[in-house]
């Protein structure tokens, strides 16, 4: 099956503590980004990654964290510096060449405790 | 940066009626504008898609059309379906590195 997977679809976390939410593709994708889904606010842009070991702020970077060491991975951290964090966090992938869809993943819901 | 309005927040219709999403787009320069289908606890699904170079493009009962001059776009919907009930959002992609502005999205619930 090819697509994008995204782990834990649930995650509590304590405040304070760091978590690091999964996301893998196996689509052969460049670019792949992190959004964060708050109700009523639509979807904004975390981080985002054209090519490996390369990535660039979005429009709400501040308290997060992430990686891009393999084109199928780009981890996302949630670090106690964020402050609200509890929201719905969606990875999406796509082609590195403009015009293409971004295909997104099931998400997962952070609740902080 | 970009800036993407959407309305209304919500839409309700009754199921063989039209429904009707209109977003509007700050960036001119922005080129490619898909709309998504999200239903509850999923992720974000394509549903259709529109370049700059087209005014319209249909796809059975969803139609998108753009006016570029005046930077709005929208969704129609035809003979609605109760499973057509869900959250929309219209998107612009800005900049280089296909990074997509979405809109604050549009609950449609269709009644029987």
């Known amino acids: 099956d090819g697509g994008i997977t995204q782990s834990p679809k649930y995650l509590f976390r304590k405040e304070g503590q760091n978590v690091t939410l999964s996301c893998e593709q196996n689509l052969n994708h460049d670019a792949m980004y992190w959004y964060r889904q708050d109700p009523g606010q639509g979807l904004r842009l975390i981080y985002y990654?054209?090519?490996?070991?390369?990535?660039q702020k979005g429009d709400i970077a501040e308290g997060y964290s992430v990686s891009r060491e393999k084109k199928e991975s780009f981890p996302l951290t949630v670090t106690s510096a964020q402050k609200n964090p509890t929201a719905f966090y969606l990875c999406a992938s796509t082609f590195r060449s403009r015009l293409n869809e971004q295909f997104f993943g099931p998400g997962t819901r952070l609740t902080v405790l | 940066g970009e800036n993407v309005e959407q309305h209304p927040s919500t839409l309700s219709v009754q199921e063989g009626d039209s429904a009707v999403i209109k977003c509007t787009y700050s960036?001119?320069?922005?080129?490619?504008f898909p709309w998504y289908k999200q239903e509850l606890g999923k992720g974000p699904q394509l549903i259709i898609d529109?370049?700059?170079?087209?005014g319209e493009k249909k796809d059975q009962r969803i139609a998108v059309t753009l006016n570029k001059t005046a930077k709005h776009f929208s969704l129609h919907i035809t003979e609605t379906q109760p499973e057509d009930s869900a959250v929309y959002f219209c998107a612009a992609e800005s900049g280089t590195a296909s990074k997509l502005t979405f809109g604050t999205g549009t609950r449609l619930q269709v009644t029987l």
């Open positions: 990654s054209q090519i490996v070991n390369d990535f």
């Open positions: 960036d001119s320069a922005s080129n490619y």
């Open positions: 529109i370049r700059s170079n087209v």
